[in-house]
């Protein structure tokens, strides 16, 4: 029998691992850090629920890009109303900008640290090298790139292993949590699940299932194709399963890093992910220090390509541009001005008097509120037979739809009720 090699295992998937790790930016990272610190243990059951309901949606988005053939705002142009789809793509893209703003300004801090220099020109740097990459490097080569980049994440679960974990605690925690009716512990858990299920994640997910039929010229769309659907549902399940998977894996250790590490000596004000790398050296280590700091610019540059990337595929759909990261820019000079537009506005958001981590977190929050429209768009989307044709979605992925739009809702709500933090 013949062994399948680590690299013949990353061929096998494609879109589903690329966004679970993305979904593990610098910015994530300051959302889960924040939430360990500030509250321990008590916020690691969020994780645990987040993954079946990320699953699902995420599922959604995958078979409504490769049913149809199109991304997320195209269907939504061909079937609701103008302002629906303006309302979404615009909020879409300011999200996204203010993200690309924190996680290059984290990834800059993060190089300062370990090497000192000047913050700021390496945030540029490497805002300016991942605008790069996408506009001159094929979409076949660079997404195989992508993929060896989710390995940074492991990082993140090295560091835990440098201290004591009380797995019997850490079991009861997660099983039974001490949940806080208050403000502040529902706005970090609207922020936490808001940076869990993303709306760029839907929309990225589903344009690459698009851009994988356009590399295969044996591919095209299930829905004029149905006899290839049971093949492409299964791979799109186990890449799914496998790249939320080991996106809420590094959620978890991330959490309980900070929780060990800095709740329990009271450093609980964390506002980024490199206050959250500055406060581990004196307390877990060297060690600890350097693989998080490491790990804030491997994921870094995983994640901002895919939030250029959402926000251009967004755009460019809903206002009948050429788009595909396969094209060369002569050919999608729109599509790709808006993935520069959108880097080089975060790079420069980091030279005016803003602070782009109190930002982030809002956006995080914001995030989580737009998810619950836009989730039950595509939700409303994946039973359409106009637009799924005989492949809608089956029970099992309505219920799993559905429940992370009815939990994200709760959520929120409880949020507003008891008072945003």
């Given amino acids: 029998m013949k062994r399948i090699s680590l690299t013949d295992w990353i061929k096998k998937l494609g879109p589903g691992l690329i966004t679970g790790a993305a979904d593990d930016d610098p910015s994530g990272i300051a959302t889960y850090s924040q939430a360990g610190a500030q509250f321990g243990f008590a916020m690691l059951w969020t994780v645990l629920l987040t993954y079946p309901l990320m699953v699902g949606i995420q599922i959604v988005s995958a078979r409504i890009g490769c049913v149809t053939g199109y991304g997320l705002a195209k269907n939504i142009r061909d079937h609701y109303p103008p302002w629906i789809l303006r309302t979404t793509v615009g909020l879409l893209l300011m999200a996204n900008i203010i993200n690309i703003a924190a996680d290059v300004s984290a990834m800059g801090d993060a190089l300062a640290l370990v090497a000192g220099g000047p913050a700021r020109i390496y945030a540029a740097f490497f805002g300016v090298l991942s605008a790069l990459l996408q506009v001159f490097i094929p979409y076949r080569h660079y997404v195989f790139f992508l993929k060896w980049l989710t390995l940074s994440l492991l990082a993140y679960i090295a560091t835990s292993f440098v201290v004591h974990v009380p797995w019997s605690e850490v079991a009861q925690q997660v099983v039974w949590p001490r949940f806080q009716w208050r403000g502040e512990y529902l706005t970090t858990v609207v922020a936490v699940f808001g940076t869990t299920i993303s709306p760029y994640l839907f929309f990225w997910?589903?344009?690459?299932?698009?851009?994988?039929?356009?590399?295969?010229?044996?591919?095209?769309?299930?829905?004029?194709?149905?006899?290839?659907?049971?093949?492409?549902?299964?791979?799109?399940?186990?890449?799914?399963?496998?790249?939320?998977?080991?996106?809420?894996?590094?959620?978890?250790?991330?959490?309980?890093?900070?929780?060990?590490?800095?709740?329990?000596?009271?450093?609980?004000?964390?506002?980024?992910?490199?206050?959250?790398?500055?406060?581990?050296?004196?307390?877990?280590?060297?060690?600890?220090?350097?693989?998080?700091?490491?790990?804030?610019?491997?994921?870094?540059?995983?994640?901002?390509?895919?939030?250029?990337?959402?926000?251009?595929?967004?755009?460019?759909?809903?206002?009948?541009?050429?788009?595909?990261?396969?094209?060369?820019?002569?050919?999608?000079?729109?599509?790709?001005?808006?993935?520069?537009?959108?880097?080089?506005?975060?790079?420069?958001?980091?030279?005016?008097?803003?602070?782009?981590?109190?930002?982030?977190?809002?956006?995080?929050?914001?995030?989580?509120?737009?998810?619950?429209?836009?989730?039950?768009?595509?939700?409303?989307?994946?039973?359409?037979?106009?637009?799924?044709g005989s492949l809608v979605i089956h029970k099992k992925i309505q219920i799993l739809g559905w429940g992370a739009v009815l939990v994200m809702a709760a959520v929120v709500i409880c949020m507003f009720y008891f008072g945003v933090g």
């Fill in 205 to 388: 997910q589903a344009s690459q299932e698009v851009e994988d039929q356009k590399a295969d010229p044996s591919a095209q769309a299930l829905r004029r194709d149905p006899e290839q659907a049971d093949k492409n549902f299964r791979r799109i399940r186990l890449d799914t399963y496998i790249g939320m998977g080991f996106s809420n894996l590094v959620a978890f250790f991330i959490m309980l890093t900070t929780s060990l590490i800095l709740f329990r000596n009271d450093v609980t004000d964390i506002q980024s992910s490199t206050e959250a790398a500055s406060a581990l050296r004196p307390l877990a280590g060297e060690y600890a220090f350097l693989i998080f700091s490491l790990g804030i610019i491997g994921t870094g540059l995983l994640a901002i390509p895919v939030l250029a990337g959402s926000a251009a595929y967004a755009v460019a759909e809903a206002l009948h541009w050429r788009n595909s990261l396969e094209l060369k820019p002569y050919r999608a000079k729109k599509f790709y001005s808006i993935i520069i537009f959108a880097t080089l506005c975060g790079v420069l958001l980091n030279f005016v008097h803003m602070n782009p981590i109190k930002a982030l977190y809002w956006s995080a929050v914001i995030n989580g509120v737009i998810s619950v429209p836009i989730m039950s768009l595509m939700m409303l989307m994946a039973v359409r037979k106009d637009i799924m």
